[in-house]
Structures are given as C-alpha cells and as structure tokens.
C-alpha cells in the first residue's frame, strides 16, 4: 500500500467535527494482523481504552493535553504480529516505526488536543504523539520524524 487513499482526505476534509463521519473508516491497517486489511471507525478508535497525555511538541506552542488510544493497544485489537509498522499519512508521508517504541514509552493515537477534536485539516483525526517530555531519550529528531499526523494507514511487518 504506498498510496494514502484520497478519497478519504476529499471526504473527511468537508468535515469538522468527530460525530459527522464517526463511523467513516479513518485508520486502515495492512500486512501483518488478523484479518487484514482491518479498516477501522473513529468509533472503534473510541472504543479503544482512552488515555490523557501532556506534551510539548515541535509543532505547538506550550505543553497541550492529547487524548486518545494507546499504540499497543491498537495493535493488540487487530493482533499484529511484527517488528515494524509503516505509517503512512494523507499527503503521502510515510515512515518506519519499530514496535518496541509502543512497548517501551506509552505513544499515543491521539484522537483530541485540548479537548477538541483533531481535524483532517489540521494533523488530525489520528495524530501519533509520543510522550517526549517524559523521557529524554525521545527529545531527538529520530523520534520527531515518528510523531505522523493525518495517519490514514498503518502497515505491520
Ligand atoms: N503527516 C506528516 N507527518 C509528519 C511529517 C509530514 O510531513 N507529514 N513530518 C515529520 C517530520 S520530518 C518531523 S521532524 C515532525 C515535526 O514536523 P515539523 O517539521 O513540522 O516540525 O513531524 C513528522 N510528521
Ligand atoms: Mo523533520
């Protein structure tokens, strides 16, 4: 899968807000899992145990609160089997991710920033946000380049 499906982007751009396209597909996850490809709803995102992190970011000004799923929850839902994940974004970013990162530190799909919800515009609906002021390992550009936003698909190997 090297291509983000567009449509996506052209339907959830036209919306705002969570409760429009909530049982819209948004995170496709391919290769190794069971039953794949398993597309998922930001309802079953929900779904998903839900958990608060506080952060600085390079993109944001100050230390916003995220909320959302736990990586390595979502990739016990689906039973991924891998070492690697490749995250594939809207405008066709795509990078490597080991799978120890999500065993290791608590990285978040983050659903909301500060309450409100991630917009397709704007990083969203499903931005991968690590807990970086937490740990000073993740202070470095190796991990910024991991922190995808408008993640559309994950791909496990
Ligand atoms: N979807 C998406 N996510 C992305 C990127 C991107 O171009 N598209 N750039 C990455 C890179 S290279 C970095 S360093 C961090 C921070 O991006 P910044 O260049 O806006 O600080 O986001 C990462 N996430
Ligand atoms: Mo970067």
Redesign the pocket.
Known sequence: MKQAPRIWACAAALLTAWPAYADMPVLTITGAVENAPVALTLDELLDLPQHQLTTST??TDGTPVFEGFLMRDLLDEVQAQGDMVVAY???D?R?EIPVSDFVDFDVMGALSMDGMPLNPRDKGPVWIVYPRDDHRELQD?RF????????VSLHVQ
């Open positions: 390079t993109v974004a809207l405008n970013y990078m550009i910024d380049t991991r922190w995808v936003w408008q993640l």
